[in-house]
């Protein structure tokens, strides 16, 4: 199995920056892909950014140029620069193993103010 623990999430002015982190543990060995989601109030969790094994990164329409994925064998992060009252969400990272099971982490709440 693996566990995935998020952190780094806050209150921040429109305009602001965050970094998340997501820290992994247990089998990191059997991750392909690993990314980062979120979850509006009232919407469904959308795709943010996505990490694949050997570093390839990809991101969603709405996030590019202003966020930017990277990590290690056992980190993901996430920084988010320019934010926007729309970026409002609970941020969760995610870990897709070489048997095609998922993991979630808990989430971490991301507010940004106008």
């Known amino acids: 199995q693996v566990q995935l623990v998020e952190s780094g999430g806050g209150l921040v002015q429109a305009g602001g920056s965050l970094r998340l982190s997501c820290a992994a543990s247990?089998?990191?060995?059997?991750?392909?892909?690993r990314g980062w989601y979120r979850q509006k109030p009232g919407k469904e969790r959308e795709w943010v950014a996505g990490m694949g094994r050997h570093g390839s990164t990809h991101y969603a329409e709405n996030v590019k140029g202003r966020f930017t994925i990277s990590g290690d064998e056992s980190t993901l992060y996430l920084q988010m620069n320019s934010l926007k009252p729309d970026d409002t969400a609970t941020y969760s990272c995610?870990?897709?193993?070489?048997?095609?099971?998922?993991?979630w982490g808990q989430g971490t709440q991301v507010t940004v103010s106008s």
């Open positions: 247990g089998r990191i060995n059997s991750i392909n892909n």
């Open positions: 995610s870990a897709l193993t070489s048997s095609f099971e998922t993991y």
